[in-house]
Structure formats: C-alpha cells, structure tokens
C-alpha cells in the first residue's frame, strides 16, 4: 500500500523540528517527483551513485543527510546537478534532506549515534558549542575513564570497524574522563569542546588549522571521516520510517567515502 508523499514528508519535518533551525541548506521536500511512495531509500549525501541504487531498488523517496541545494540555492542547472536531477526528475523520485536538524535530534541524530556507537555512558551527556544558535556538539564519558590509547581504539572500532584508521592529534591528557563531539566537519567546535572540559574531541573531517589549535588547547583531536560519522542519522531514519509507515519498503544505502 502506497503513501502520499507529503504525509512522509510532513512526518519528517515535524519529527526533526525543521522550523526551529536556521541552516546551510534548505530543510525537507528539495526535489518533488511522484505523489505516492511505495519504496524509500536513506543514505548520507545525494550523489549520482546514491541514485543509482535507489533506483534499482524502485525507490520513490530518497531522504539524505546532504541535499543538492546549498546556500543561496542552486545557481546553474549544468554539470553533476543537472545529470542528479535528470535523475530523480526522469524517474519520478522525490529529494528530502535534513541537515542540522539530523545532526542535533537527542533520538535519531548523527550525534546520538556516534555517542551510543563509541559507546558513551547515557546518563551525563549534555550539549555544548554554538552553531546558527543551537549547542549541536555533545559531551559525554565513558562509564570508567580510559587511557588515551585505549580511548582512540574504542573509537576506531566504533566508527570505523577495520575499514580505516582515524587522523589522531594525541595533545591530550594520557586519560580520558570527558569526550566531546560533532559530526561531520565540526572542527570549529573544538575550542568550544576544550571551554567544556573535555579532554578529547571526535569530528569527522578538519580545516588545516585544526591541528595546531588542539596543540594549543591541549585536546586530543580525533578526525574520523566525514561520511562515517553521519551514516547514523540516515540509519535511523530508516528505522523509524519502517516502524511508522509499516506498508512501505525502506532502506538504507550506503555510498562508503574515506573523506
């Protein structure tokens, strides 16, 4: 049994508190294809290959953490763009993306995942570091204190499992009481993470100047990729889709990136 676009979308929206952020993108509905869906597909930025295997999958609605609209919007239909949005509009898919708001949800977000996936202690954790006038960062411990060393491996399997091996800048303590995060590339919150008493700090991917701050900040900085730090937001979205809108097909796809 199908069901109207605007009813997952409305869900959505009102799931992740859309009209409370200010943000780098436009929140929700981007791209309109077919009224009805009947297969969904999550993943973490829209890009050729993420559609590719929607499509295969029959894919009506895909809903990602990176949209194809940034900014002032998009100037110039040509190149990459125009090539993504022949795709979805030649085949009907709409485009939703929920970026911020996917960041910060206390049940659904990329930060909550990676705090549960490194395994942070649930009780404790708060949010700290402003970003367009929300704290989107999130601190937290481990339910005993770990030795740097110890604390880096922990995340590494968290994240990463075998695939790759993090950036490490170890200008920490050499234990590690109070963990700070973001998602993405929130290497700017790093000063705000060392202000909130953490002794290490986890982001996926940093500006050149990163390094040498945490030196000076004495924080132990952990860079452990862009896209394998917010594949848990899109994750979870599936899940909740599935258990709010039994009838449909929905899936996760990953399109796996180092960066």
Known sequence: MTVHLRDVVAYLDATLEIDRF???APNGLQVEGAPEVDTIVTGVSAN???FERALELGAD???VHHGLIWGGGIGRVTGPTAARLRQLLANGV???AYHLPLDKHARLGNNTGLADAIGLALDGRDAFGDVKG???GLAGAWPQPLARDEAIARITAGVLGQ???PFVFPYGPEIVRKVGLCTGAAGDLLEAAAQHGCDLYVTGELAERAAELARELQITLVAAGHYATEVFGPQRVADELRMQFPSLSV???GVPTPI
Do not use: E
Request: proline fraction near 0%.
């Open 22 to 24: 200010k943000d780098y």
């Open 48 to 50: 050729t290959q993420l």
């Open 61 to 63: 609605l895909i809903v």
């Open 94 to 96: 709409s485009l939703a």
């Open 134 to 136: 929300h704290a989107l």
């Open 163 to 165: 695939r790759a091996a």
């Open 251 to 253: 899936h996760f796809v």
